[in-house]
């Protein structure tokens, strides 16, 4: 039986066999064939070479410090103006109770992000984050992403260096990846100009790494980019990942239109979803981590995404029900225990392992 009945899949197939560097060009074709089956078998061999059977998932809670955001990005359903009804920040204090909620039902990571809010002083951050160590001192901060990191520098006139420095002495232990968005202009800028653009995102992840913590990162997809768009967002990750190291984990978030500014846009579907993971774990080979964010996808996507290249669901997440309500796939659904996570990484075939937030194995007493 031949390969594929795509036959610009063979000589890459050939390459990925090789464990060679795919070009601009072959990711293109990579996303445009109808082979999805080939195509998921490459994104599965690279996945098994790289993790075997193993999936990660952990146990971890969001929590979204402040809706009000000066930026205006079309693609989000989650902000508000400082005197919008609906506008929020929670005091350190909730944040506490939060995090101690988290911590009960045995969480890891808490996952902190917010908006661009310029009612708050540069303390507030430094205040939350060392009271919740103080704490929680095992508890995980991966909290604030490339976009949140900008702005406070601009805003609070500091250099890169002592922002990343006070927030790390005060318990931030590692970044999400979120505001990446897509990095390619002039789409970037079409759906969230009042924002840092794709190169600044990308310095300030290497100046993290740099001071030694961990990121990750995202690509928003199915809005209004194109399929080069994706691939020049795959090498910008990988050229950047060549030169400071410090990115885990590559997450694709799936549009989720509703309540936003693009709402009459349809969003990907699952043939879209499977093939992003797939591609995306075959261009980004020097990423160990592809996750499958149930949130967005859904589960059954998600769950058939493990065959697709991906070897993590993230978590279950367990939202105070604000930024990932706003975009959740299925009716608003932000919390997974940890025995469903378990089970649905085992009934794909996988062997389900807990991790902490930059994948040290997790052993309980119980489960
Ligand atoms: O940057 C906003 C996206 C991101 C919508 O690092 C939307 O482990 C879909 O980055 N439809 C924040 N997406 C979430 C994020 C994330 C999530 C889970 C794990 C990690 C990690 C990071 O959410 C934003 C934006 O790209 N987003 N609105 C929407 N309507």
């Known amino acids: 039986m031949q390969f594929s009945f795509d036959t610009k899949l063979n ?41 075997g059977r193993t999936t990660y998932f952990n146990v971890n809670r969001h929590f979204n410090h402040t809706n009000i955001c000066v930026a205006d990005c079309k693609f ?12 929020y920040t929670h005091s350190i204090d909730e944040g506490i109770q939060i995090a101690r909620d988290a911590v009960a039902e045995g969480a890891t990571e808490l996952h902190i992000v917010g908006g661009l809010n310029s009612k ?17 001192p095992a508890l995980h901060l991966k909290a604030l992403t490339m976009v949140e990191l900008d702005f406070m520098a601009r805003f609070y006139k500091m250099a890169d260096e002592e922002v990343i420095q006070r927030l790390k002495a005060a318990g931030m232990n590692s970044c999400p990846g979120g505001g990446a968005e897509i990095f390619a202009e002039p789409t970037r800028s079409r759906i969230c100009d009042h924002k840092c653009d794709g190169t600044r995102w990308l310095e300030l992840a290497g100046k993290v790494h740099k001071a030694g913590l961990k990121t990750n990162a995202t690509m928003l997809y199915g809005h209004i980019e194109t ?17 400071t190291g ?9 549009f989720y239109p509703s309540g936003t500014a693009l709402s009459s846009l349809p969003g990907p579907d699952g043939i879209d979803s499977l093939k992003t993971i797939a591609v995306s774990r075959l261009m980004i080979d020097n990423f160990d981590h592809i996750k499958a964010y149930w949130v967005m996808l859904g589960k059954h996507t998600a769950q058939t995404a493990l065959h697709f290249g991906a070897n993590d669901l993230d978590g279950t997440i367990t939202d105070g029900g604000e930024l990932t309500e706003s975009y959740a796939a299925e009716n608003g659904e932000v919390k997974m225990s940890r025995a469903e996570l378990i089970a649905m990484i085992e009934n794909a075939g996988f062997e389900a392992v807990e991790r902490d937030t930059v994948y040290n194995r997790v052993e309980r007493q119980s489960a």
């Open 11 to 51: 000589s890459i197939a050939a390459k990925v066999e090789r464990g060679e560097r795919l070009t601009f060009d072959e990711g293109v074709a990579l996303y445009k064939t109808d082979d999805l089956n080939a195509l998921g078998k490459l994104a599965d061999f690279v996945r098994r070479k790289k993790h």
């Open 76 to 87: 989000c359903g989650f902000y508000k103006r400082a005197r919008q009804e609906g506008a």
């Open 120 to 136: 708050l002083p540069f303390e507030y951050y430094t205040d939350l984050f060392s009271s919740l160590k103080r704490e929680f």
């Open 227 to 243: 399929i080069e768009d994706r691939i020049d967002h795959f090498i910008k990750l990988r050229q950047q990942q060549d030169k």
């Open 246 to 254: 410090g990115f885990q984990c590559f997450i694709p978030l799936a």
